[in-house]
């Protein structure tokens, strides 16, 4: 079903964040920042307000560039705001217009150096946009690499996504008037990431087995780029480059190995299985568990990526 959640900024006025967890909301997106001068006057009052009653709490920037410099700009910006900021979900860029009128290509370069700079700042960054202007004003296979919070305001969303807006005229307890509201079908969005907590990762064995060392390895195929591969295995480019010493993000090549974690638990090579919903697609499954469309295919014998049904059982790790 997914986690329910809101998005706020000053226009939510004050704020009974107490009424707002009690009303059943899990996770906020709150605005920090606009352009380079504009600080949400709330963002602060509305983060801590909103981790004191135990919502996730990810930020925010409404994007107004239209070069890789001004990108660049904005994101310095918007991460001088939220870096003393105890937040718990993801940094997003809310890209919905493109105000300097420039062609897809250069608005998707801007967007995509905007949201690099967030990674490399050790970040978990995420897209936003309106799913026309995702698909009809952007380049959408450069923001693969990066987690998306689709809006749409429509009874279904018609495309994948780890987000889904689907209200502008929400209401919910402790807010006075219409709210953004959204669904999360992704599990494990965090806030901040980086090598050293990256390397040092474990995952909590079922058993009382102590974890050990071991070292997973990556072999770079044609296509890949450092943010895809960063993306897949759920951590950073920033963390990559660390652990392999990549003095230049865009120069991998193919054949390469790269090593991706030096620590993991026995539990880590324990299978995992999910039962198929109504509605749901391998390419959404994929998201959801951090792995790709092929591999679903490859353990599972599924020959069409698009012929799945209700009830399957399918091994996810």
């Known amino acids: 079903m997914g986690i329910k959640g809101i998005d706020v900024s000053h226009w939510q006025g004050n704020i009974n964040w107490k009424k707002v967890a009690g009303d059943g909301i899990k996770f906020a997106f709150i605005k920090a920042t606009e352009g380079t001068t504009l600080k949400d006057n709330k963002f602060v009052t509305n983060v801590s307000g909103a981790n004191a009653v135990g919502i996730k709490t990810g930020a925010y920037h409404f994007a107004r560039f239209g070069s890789k410099s001004e990108a660049l700009a904005e994101a310095k910006f918007f991460l001088s705001v939220v870096k003393n900021a105890n937040l718990s979900y ?31 700042a050790g970040y978990f960054a995420m ?47 402790g807010i006075s008037g219409n709210v953004d509201m959204n669904i999360c079908y992704r599990n494990g969005l965090r806030a901040k990431v980086s090598a050293k907590t990256d390397k040092a990762a474990t995952i909590k064995p079922v058993s009382n087995k102590k974890p050990v060392k071991t070292e997973t390895v990556y072999t770079v195929k044609k296509g890949d780029a450092l943010s895809v591969i960063a993306k897949k295995y759920n951590t950073t480019v920033k963390a990559l480059q660390s652990l392999n010493n990549i003095k230049d993000p865009n120069k991998i090549y193919v054949g390469q190995k790269l090593k991706i974690s030096s620590s993991a638990s026995t539990a880590s090579n324990k299978k995992q299985y999910y039962t198929i919903k109504s509605g749901d697609t391998l390419s959404g499954i994929s998201k959801r568990f951090n792995t790709s469309i092929k591999t679903l295919q490859n353990w599972n014998g599924i020959k069409n990526a698009n012929k799945i049904y209700a009830g399957q059982k399918i091994r996810v790790k």
């Open 90 to 120: 993801p940094l997003v860029l809310d890209l919905e217009v493109n105000q300097r009128k420039v062609s897809k290509s250069v608005l998707t370069d801007a967007a995509v150096a905007f949201l690099l700079e967030v990674e490399k």
């Open 127 to 173: 897209f936003y946009s309106y799913k026309d202007f995702l698909e009809n004003s952007l380049d959408e296979s450069k923001l693969k690499p990066f987690a998306l919070w689709a809006a749409r305001y429509n009874s279904i969303l018609g495309r994948d996504a780890d987000i889904w807006q689907y209200s502008s005229t929400g209401k919910v307890s």
